[in-house]
């Protein structure tokens, strides 16, 4: 009885199924989503994104300058969620919301960059440190949480020519703009939200990430990400002329390995590598003001993303399929958090989970 959307990234489509020959039973509309409008892949160029509205390839507009995916990726799903409430405002809505950012490339406009600048030049050894004491003065991780040593590969910042301090300094200023210009956006939805009187009674699931921070950026960041993947060398002089490019429309960008590995803190290592939660970790918000009494605390019981259909299901009140089509559905595997919603000190029923990566692997079970 709900009417479902799609905004954003969708990385699920079989490589040979993504072209206009199909078959579209993979993608979102045919995985029971109405309406669709993203991207099909892993990334995609948020000045000139390779957009897609329902199994069609549309063209993004090309007489506006100012034209970013993030900006109009928000306003699309505001237009649908007030639509769907103007039309049937009775009837609930799921909107799945999954932004580009904050994978690479890191794309922003250059005022939100800016606000940045200076912010990082102490580099990510101190970053490390930084964090570390801001995550235990809020609470995220107990106080007496020890930092990982840097992992193997990454060099100390204070090891750093001024030239490279330089360049990946602003690296990551690209990035954080990047990220917080895609939060600002969501917040613009949120906003929508509680201008049509449905905030309180919405239920909103906030996770930001890519997995563990990426390190495809390698030792010295990267003007164009398919370098990387095409075992390409960008010369340093390069990336140090073209520095002031850095997250505009002539760039694919992304920031060096340390980077990554400080903002995986406190945890070891970065996104790929499963066996060590800098590699898989991300935060989780939750809201539903009309359900959930707690405000603004913290829950630290252990959950994983396959436990995020369990908690829409029962929150909704609506059992987890037997049969789909006619076709015998595998159990379901995760754990609904609801149980946590209200009780901080609740005991964790999510207790093991199996991870895998280009078959780098890892097993948690209860806190090992």
Do not use: C
Request: glycine letters at 8%.
């Amino acid at each position: 009885g709900y009417n479902t959307a799609w905004f954003g990234k969708n990385h699920n489509v079989p490589d040979w199924q993504t072209s206009q020959a199909g078959p579209f039973d993979l993608w979102p509309v045919g995985l029971g989503f109405e309406y669709f409008y993203g991207f099909v892949g892993g990334d995609t160029n948020q000045w000139a994104p390779a957009l897609v509205e329902n199994t069609r390839p549309i063209e993004p507009p090309h007489d506006n300058p100012n034209y970013n995916f993030d900006e109009d990726m928000a306003d699309k799903a505001i237009s649908w969620i007030r639509m769907q409430h103007a039309v049937a405002p009775n009837k609930p809505f799921f909107a799945y919301y999954a932004p580009g950012t904050a994978h690479a490339p890191h794309h922003a406009p250059k005022e939100w960059i800016d606000k940045f600048k200076g912010k990082f030049d102490h580099g990510w050894d101190k970053q490390r440190e930084m964090t570390l004491a801001k995550q235990k003065e809020i609470g995220i991780v107990p106080p007496d949480t020890e930092l990982t040593t840097r992992s193997e590969g990454i060099e100390a910042w204070d090891s750093l020519n001024g030239d490279e301090k330089k360049v990946f300094a602003r690296m990551m200023e690209v990035y954080a703009g990047a990220l917080s210009h895609a939060d600002h956006q969501m917040g613009r939805i949120v906003d929508a939200i509680e201008e049509m009187g449905q905030l309180d009674n919405t239920l909103i699931i906030y996770i930001q990430g890519d997995n563990g921070a990426s390190a495809e950026g390698s030792r010295q960041g990267l003007l164009n990400e398919m370098t990387f993947f095409n075992n390409l060398k960008e010369p340093f002089p390069q990336v140090l002329a073209r520095m002031d490019e850095l997250g505009g429309p002539m760039t694919f960008n992304h920031y060096p390995i340390g980077w990554a590995h400080a903002m995986d803190t406190p945890f070891q290592w970065t996104k790929q590598v499963a066996s060590h939660f800098g590699g898989t970790r991300n935060g989780i918000a939750v809201s539903w003001p009309k359900k959930i009494k707690a405000r603004g605390e913290i829950r630290s019981q252990f959950h994983h993303v396959i436990d995020i259909m369990p908690t829409v299901l029962e929150a909704v009140g609506v059992p987890a399929p037997f049969s789909v089509y006619g076709i015998q559905q595998e159990p379901v595997e995760g754990v609904s958090m609801m149980y946590a919603f209200d009780h901080p000190d609740a005991p964790p029923q999510h207790t093991t989970q199996y991870f895998e990566m280009f078959a780098n692997r890892a097993l948690y079970h209860d806190g090992w």
